[in-house]
């Protein structure tokens, strides 16, 4: 099992810039990634950003240029900077720790909200 602690949602005017971290305790191998996922009402959950282990990294096409996902493996924790904030920004986000050794699994956040005013 693997538990996971976010922090730094909140409400941000349009341009303004928030900072997600997340914390991975637990039965953590090293084959593995960390990132963000969101999902707005109505909406399905969607990918924001994702991190390996190693460093590779994936992004959404919508926040391509904006928000830079980074992790420091010593301390398991995951962050995410968002930049130039739209309102269309505004959602949960969830942070998902993917198990890569010998079988893939995802463990999930609670989520975090995170709102952008026009």
């Known amino acids: 099992q693997v538990q996971l602690v976010e922090s730094g949602g909140g409400l941000v005017q349009a341009g303004g810039s928030l900072r997600l971290s997340c914390v991975a305790s637990?039965?953590?191998?090293?084959?593995?990634?960390m990132g963000w996922y969101r999902q707005a009402p109505g909406e399905q959950r969607e990918l924001v950003a994702i991190?390996?282990?190693?460093?590779?990294?994936n992004y959404g096409d919508s926040v391509k240029g904006r928000f830079t996902i980074s992790r420091d493996n010593a301390k398991n924790t995951v962050f995410l900077q968002m930049n130039s904030l739209k309102p269309e920004d505004t959602a949960v986000y969830y942070c998902?720790?993917?198990?890569?050794?010998?079988?893939?699994?995802?463990?999930w956040g609670q989520g975090t909200q995170v709102t952008v005013s026009s």
């Open positions: 998902v720790f993917r198990n890569l050794f010998r079988q893939r699994y995802d463990y």
């Open positions: 637990g039965s953590i191998f090293s084959l593995n990634a």
């Open positions: 991190i390996g282990s190693e460093g590779s990294t």
